[in-house]
C-alpha cells in the first residue's frame, strides 16, 4: 500500500508513534499481568516476544513496501500470543488490560478496515478462548469483551475525528498555498506589466545628452 502525501498521517507516521509508545505501555500492563499472574515469568517471556513481534513486523513492512502481510502477518502471530499470555496469567489476571495495548496499536497502525476488522474478531477470540480455559466465568469473560469493545469503538472514532480535523487543517493549509502562489504570480506579471511600460517610456522619452544638446544650442542662439 503506497503512502499518499495527502493523508494526514502516513503508516510510516503512524508506525513510528506505536513505536515510540507501544513500549512504555506494555510494560506499565505487563507489570500489572504479573503481580497477578499464575505464571509469571511465562507471562513476561511471551510478551516479549509480542513486542519484538508486533514493532518489528510493523517495521519490516515499510523496509520492503509490504506493510498490509507484515501488519495480518503480526497481528495474527500476536493473537496467539495473546492467547498463551491469558492462558498462563490465570484466572485472577485482568484479562480487558492484556487486550488493550495490542488492540490500540492496530487500530492506531491500521489503514485498512477489512483487515483490522479480522485482526479484532481473532484477537477477541483468542482472549476469550484463553480466559476460559484458566477458568474464568461466562459473565467475566463477557464483561471483558465489553470493556474491549468499548475501547476499540472509543479509540476508533477518536482516531477517525483526529485524521479528520487534520485532513480539514491540511486542505486549508494547501489552500492558503494555492493563494499565495496566485498573490505572487499576480505580483510578477503587475511587476513585469510595470517593467515593460517603463521600457516604452524610456524609448519614446529624449535621451538626457540629447536634451543636453538642445539645451546648449538654445543658449547659443
Known sequence: MKEKESDFLTHTQRVGFV?????????LLIAAVAVTATNKWACIGVWFLFLSIGIGFLKLGIHFDQQR??????????????????????????GFLIGITFIGANVLSSTHRGDL???????LGMISWGSYLTGKKPTEIFMILMVLICVIIILFRLLQFTLFQGREIL??????????????EKNKELLSSIRYARRIQTSLLPTDRYIGKCIARLKLC
Do not use: D, R, Y
Not at 476488522?117 to 484477537?123: E, N, Q, R
Not at 486542505?171 to 505572487?184: M, Y
Open 19 to 27: 513505536s515510540a509508545v507501544f513500549p512504555l505501555t506494555s510494560i
Open 69 to 94: 502481510f507484515f501488519k495480518i502477518s503480526s497481528a495474527l502471530l500476536n493473537s496467539f500470543n495473546l492467547f498463551l499470555i491469558c492462558w498462563f496469567a490465570g484466572p485472577n489476571s485482568p
Open 117 to 123: 476488522l479480522v485482526t479484532l474478531v481473532i484477537a
Open 171 to 184: 486542505s486549508a493549509n494547501k489552500k492558503i498555498e494555492l493563494q499565495k502562489e496566485i498573490i505572487e
